[in-house]
């Protein structure tokens, strides 16, 4: 995974906000969380985006968003994995839903992950383990 900015980057970036919000009166940890984790996204990923809590995105857009098709974000809707604002004809989704979703998704994937490399010890038979590349 590429990053927007280095690791030695990010370290004088995070320096240097942190330098900055000390001096702003009435800043609430909330922002100075804020900047840190815009810092973190941008050292860790080449893309962020950003929103207000209070957002709302179409189907489209949360479908760009995770990487799947506009009717796997449908379908996530109608079996209520996925909270949407539904009007007659459109469908909006809370920023903050789509982030709860996406979290909620990362955790089930990485504990599946987590238990399928604990069932695979030195003693696995090597025909009960699939190797890949």
Excluded: C
């Excluded at 970036?13 to 804020?34: C, M, S």
């Excluded at 189907?59 to 760009?64: I, L």
């Excluded at 989704?93 to 979290?103: D, G, S």
């Amino acid at each position: 995974m590429t990053s927007a900015i280095t690791r030695d980057t990010s370290s004088q970036l995070r320096d240097a906000v942190d330098e900055a919000l000390r001096t702003v009166p009435g800043l609430t940890d909330n922002a100075r969380a804020a900047f840190a984790r815009l810092v973190d996204v941008l050292e860790s990923s080449d893309d962020a985006v950003v929103f207000p809590a209070e957002a709302t995105i179409s189907t489209s857009e949360a479908a760009a968003l995770l990487g799947i098709s506009r009717m796997s974000v449908v379908r996530l809707i109608d079996r209520g994995a996925l909270h949407a604002d539904i009007s007659a004809v459109h469908r909006r989704i809370p920023v903050t839903e789509l982030a709860r979703y996406q979290t909620e998704t990362r955790k089930r994937r990485r504990s599946a992950l987590a238990d399928l490399a604990s069932d695979i010890t030195d003693s696995t038979p090597a025909d009960q383990v699939i190797a890949t590349r």
